[in-house]
């Protein structure tokens, strides 16, 4: 995986050579001299964040940055402004820049604030957008939020259990704990497409408990970007059938529109206790 690109401006050589030290072994960096030129270098590399100096020849590090601004694509771009002239720095953090760094600055602090900043801006960048796993039971294609998936494994051997609804009464053994298995096909009411011996099972997490979640096929996970997916609240109509209680929203997918479904409302947390004490009351009884 590549690097992310730093692009580090200042008018000092001495300044941009420490800032290099301090941060090559975690990044790609790209230097400019003067405002100019590092306006330039922006527009033409679309560093994942900029180190701003303030007083330079050519143009200022707050005019570059008042022109970043005003782009909505540069905008998006972090800039930390690294000046000795506090006033001036913390005008420009008033202006969109994340962050100041007063010189002579530190390289560990130089280093932890990049970090930070970098990864506030990906979590911005993420906001609305979802991580998905698409899985197949019984011929209907369902979506879980990646959130909630521990694992994926081929299907092992289960134990029945004697109580427990028809799509719940099975138990697998998971690392020497008894893991509960949720046939999702039957619990979606269909038969699988597929053969036991070739199901998968995808372990999630429910209630602070795993479940294990039949299936015939899974795909690879997907980042689906804002757009690509309507949230239940902006969905027509009241009812959704089978998948009402558990339904998140929808996927804009090529195939057609793919639910979203929320492991933890397939099964409440009253029957989860249920059948824990019933198992609990099996075993005290052998």
């Known amino acids: 995986m590549s690097q992310p690109l730093l692009l580090l401006v200042d008018d000092s050589e001495a300044a941009l050579a420490f800032a290099q030290a301090a941060l090559a072994g975690h990044y790609e960096i790209a230097l400019a001299h003067d405002g100019r030129e590092a306006l330039e270098r922006v527009r033409a590399l679309k560093p994942a964040a900029v180190l701003l100096d303030l007083s330079m020849p050519e143009m200022d590090g707050d005019e570059v940055l008042a022109r970043m601004q005003a782009d909505g694509e540069l905008k998006r771009i972090p800039v930390v402004i690294v000046s000795t ?43 609305g957008s979802l991580a998905a796993l698409c899985v197949e039971a019984g011929g209907i294609t369902v979506a879980l939020p990646l959130d909630s998936v521990h694992s994926v494994i081929p299907q092992p051997a289960t134990r029945a259990m004697p109580l427990g609804p ?14 509960l298995v949720l046939d999702l096909a039957r619990r979606l009411g269909a038969d699988h497409a597929r053969p036991l011996a070739e199901r998968l099972l995808v372990v999630v997490t429910h209630e602070e408990r795993r479940l294990a979640l039949c299936v015939d096929t899974v795909r690879d996970p997907e980042e689906l970007p804002p757009g690509a997916w309507v949230p239940r609240d902006l969905l027509g109509g009241a009812e959704h059938g089978q998948l009402d209680e558990a339904l998140r929203g929808l996927l804009r997918m090529p195939q057609g529109p793919v639910p979203v479904i929320e492991p933890r409302a397939l099964v409440s947390r009253a029957l989860l206790v249920q059948l ?3 198992l609990r009351g099996l075993r005290e009884g052998t």
Request: glycine fraction near 4%; include cysteine.
């Open 166 to 179: 028809s799509y719940l009464n099975e138990l697998v053994d998971l690392h020497g704990e008894p893991v």
């Open 85 to 127: 002239e506090r006033a001036r720095a913390e005008a420009c953090v008033r202006s969109g820049a994340r962050a100041f760094l007063a010189k002579p600055v530190r390289a560990n602090e130089l280093a932890s604030v990049v970090d930070r900043v970098l990864q506030d801006a990906r979590r911005e960048a993420l906001q």
């Open 276 to 278: 824990a004490d019933g």
